[in-house]
């Protein structure tokens, strides 16, 4: 959830998917001419590339920030808030956004617009349409306070996010917008915002939520679950609940990577878990998968160019974590510098004077034997030579990387570096 206000007031960002759902008007809204009906073809492959770009450079970002602790963020949430930071940015601030979100250079406000709208279209009748193996929703807010005046080709275009709150009464905006966010996400993240986080000052809030929940395609059997050791690192190890199954997955030995890989489907085989899994003993395991970690290794696992589906022996830990993090570092590593009076963000109302105070995302995960609840240098093994076993062993008592895939709409909804069962919380 962010927060445009005059002075500082704490925004959040949380499990959140971000959809606007704009129309095309006469007014010069977006560009100097918002009447054209074409747009580049290759906006929506364009939006689906920069998702996953931007996720992995968030990854790398967060991971160097805090290498020892778990991580675990939502990298769709985030992107579509930037998104719509983007859409009601102007000049320098609207280039830096695009350029940090690795949107084309030579594609215009316009043409993503369209392309994010036919996306969102696309999401909703998916959503209509339904399943009865996961649960994938998505939702957003855009509070704005009634003394705010928002340009006319704007209400058009975000029509059925845009709600009027009055900030002065701060305890009823505050239980609203928390109500808001409770039910979009199931319950599961309660009380976003503190009591005393909204005041009369406050001006604009983009509140967006995302839930996930979905049952492995193939669950573990509760009884073969049981307490094992889980190597921290060479000199510490706790123990753990490990699930264990046998069964036949896509799995891989990834030379570029570096890192085994598996694929746990979710019933409906729409979205699914990506396990990396560096080598056992090997002191920068994850640092080192993550530098090799690139648009392009990631499409040799998502588009399974790698992936061999066999019979594997897996074990994996049951865990929770739930994490905030202060975002204002995170994104301005990232190249988006919003955090200051000279950004501008005069397409929302058609004046300056509204600028980001602060950012935060939270994001929660629950992953046992039934499925997933989501609401972040030398080698030891030969990749070449060695047979390997079958059935093969993939035993995940050592750190490891996560991420959930959504196989539909080609984006990267979370991700998530599991590094001790001591860090399931954090904040």
Request: proline residues 5%.
């Amino acid at each position: 959830m962010l927060y445009f206000s005059k002075n500082k007031i704490s925004p959040y960002f949380l499990l959140v998917v971000l959809s606007v759902c704009p129309m095309l008007t006469i007014q010069q809204c977006l560009t100097k001419d918002d009447t054209k009906s074409t747009t580049d073809p290759n906006a929506r492959l364009a939006l689906f590339k920069g998702q996953q770009e931007f996720s992995l450079a968030m990854l790398q970002t967060v991971n160097s920030m805090q290498p020892q602790g778990n991580i675990f963020f939502s990298p769709f949430s985030v992107y579509q808030a930037m998104l719509l930071a983007y859409f009601v940015s102007a000049n320098h601030t609207e280039d830096s956004i695009k350029k940090a979100i690795f949107l084309p250079k030579q594609q215009d406000k316009l043409s993503t617009m369209q392309a994010y709208t036919l996306e969102k279209v696309f999401q909703s009748m998916r959503s209509i349409n339904g399943s009865s193996s996961y649960e994938l929703n998505s939702a957003n807010r855009l509070f704005i306070s009634p003394e705010q005046k928002v340009k006319d080709c704007m209400e058009d275009l975000f029509k059925d996010e845009i709600e009027t709150i009055d900030f002065t009464k701060s305890a009823e905006a505050t239980a609203h917008i928390n109500k808001w966010v409770s039910t979009q996400t199931k319950g599961h993240i309660q009380n976003l915002l503190p009591d005393d986080s909204l005041s009369q000052e406050t001006e604009l809030i983009l509140a967006n939520a995302a839930y996930f929940k979905g049952l492995w395609k193939s669950k573990f059997l509760k009884e073969n679950s049981r307490k094992e050791l889980f190597y921290v690192n060479s000199s510490k190890k706790v123990f753990v609940t490990m699930m264990r199954q046998k069964g036949t997955f896509n799995y891989a030995i990834s030379e570029n990577l570096g890192a085994h890989v598996l694929e746990m489907p979710y019933k409906g085989d729409d979205v699914c878990m990506y396990i990396l899994l560096p080598p056992f003993a090997s002191p920068n395991g994850i640092t080192n998968v993550l530098k090799r970690l690139t648009l392009k290794t990631l499409h040799e696992i998502v588009d399974e160019d790698i992936m061999i589906p066999r019979p594997v022996e897996v074990s994996v830990p049951k865990f929770t974590v739930e994490q905030s993090l202060n975002m204002i570092p995170i994104l301005e590593e990232l190249g988006i510098k919003i955090f200051d009076n000279s950004s501008d963000f005069s397409s929302l109302t058609g004046k300056k004077g509204i600028s980001f105070n602060d950012a935060v995302h939270k994001a929660k995960i629950q992953v046992d034997e039934d499925g997933t609840v989501a609401a972040a240098a030398t080698a030891i093994l030969s990749f070449r030579s060695s047979r390997p076993l079958d059935p093969a062993q993939f035993i995940c008592n050592h750190p490891f990387i996560y991420l959930l895939y959504d196989k539909v709409s080609q984006t990267v909804l979370f991700l998530g570096v599991y590094n001790s069962p001591e860090s399931s919380q954090n904040s």
